[in-house]
């Protein structure tokens, strides 16, 4: 079973959940960043995972166009699509927005794996709009933080199909 994952990431959240994925899925895992890789040849592929990071309501426009330029072909596939954002809350319309709704209604697993929030990562306006977006989370009592559980449970329906191959052998 091939896997890739190709993800987006400002300031390296959904890399790191990306990497994370790649470390639990069954069989052999490419990783591609879209904003520095460009675009993978789909058909080495059985399985593909697209991710990336919301910024102002929007996942990154690479994601967005290469699920727009790519849909039949990726609904031939087994898909996992993913994102990391800082507003749980918001969490089902930022999926919604960032994905095809014919991706989605294809896809195995969609998940939100939370998000992540370094000050002193980003740039100085995203520092000033931050604090301002931080503040009204602390006031809702949750910090930003990247979700383990979720992507073990993305992970589980990702390598289902491997899973039940192998206990075919024990069977
Ligand atoms: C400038 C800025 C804008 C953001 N806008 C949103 C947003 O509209 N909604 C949301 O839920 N999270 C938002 N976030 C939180 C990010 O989605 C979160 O920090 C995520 O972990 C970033 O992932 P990345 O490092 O892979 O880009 C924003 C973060 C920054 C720095």
Redesign the pocket.
Known sequence: MNTVIIF?????????CAEILARQIYGSVDLVDIQTEGVPELAHYDQVIIG???????IQKQIKRFCRENIEELTKKKIGLFI?????E??KQ?IENSFPQQLLDHAAAVECF????DLNK?SF??RI??NM?MKAVDQQGDK?A?LVEKIDRFCHEMNRDITKEWMKDFE
């Open positions: 987006a990431s400002r300031y390296g959240t959904a890399k790191e990336g990071s919301i910024r102002f309501g929007q990391c954002c800082g507003l749980l918001n969490a930022n939370g998000g992540k929030i980003l306006f995203d709009i931050t977006v930003p990247v």
